[in-house]
């Protein structure tokens, strides 16, 4: 499964991105999907879970009633709504792809300035 995320950028404090993790596997559906992110000289870390028929969400306490997951099975997507966002949410955001194996896609950056 090839995934590939969009939506980064730079934003205030405050404000909003949605980030898009589209894939081009028809069996995209069939995964539960992670969003995950790493700030410079961090570790990666969970941000947000969507099982594969998008009836379940897991968010990591920092992010829960900021950050909302939905998914598009159809269009084989599943997008992040950041909403208030934090200098501290500053960090490269990657999707994952779960069934039995792991996929990541490549990351896109998101910049909070203060």
């Known amino acids: 499964v090839q995934l590939v995320e969009s939506g980064g950028g730079l934003v205030q404090a405050g404000g909003s991105l949605r980030l898009s993790c589209a894939a081009s596997?028809?069996?995209?559906?069939?995964?539960?999907i992670g969003w995950f992110r790493q700030a410079p000289g961090k570790e990666r870390e969970f941000v947000v879970f969507?099982?594969?028929?998008?009836?379940?969400?897991n968010y990591a306490d920092s992010v829960k009633d900021r950050f909302t997951i939905s998914r598009d099975n159809a269009k084989n997507t599943v997008y992040l709504q950041m909403n208030s966002l934090k200098p501290e949410d500053t960090a490269v955001y990657y999707c994952n792809a779960r069934r039995i194996n792991d996929y990541w896609g490549q990351g896109t950056q998101v910049t909070v300035s203060s």
């Open positions: 969507i099982g594969w028929r998008g009836m379940t969400t």
């Open positions: 596997d028809p069996t995209f559906s069939s995964y539960s």
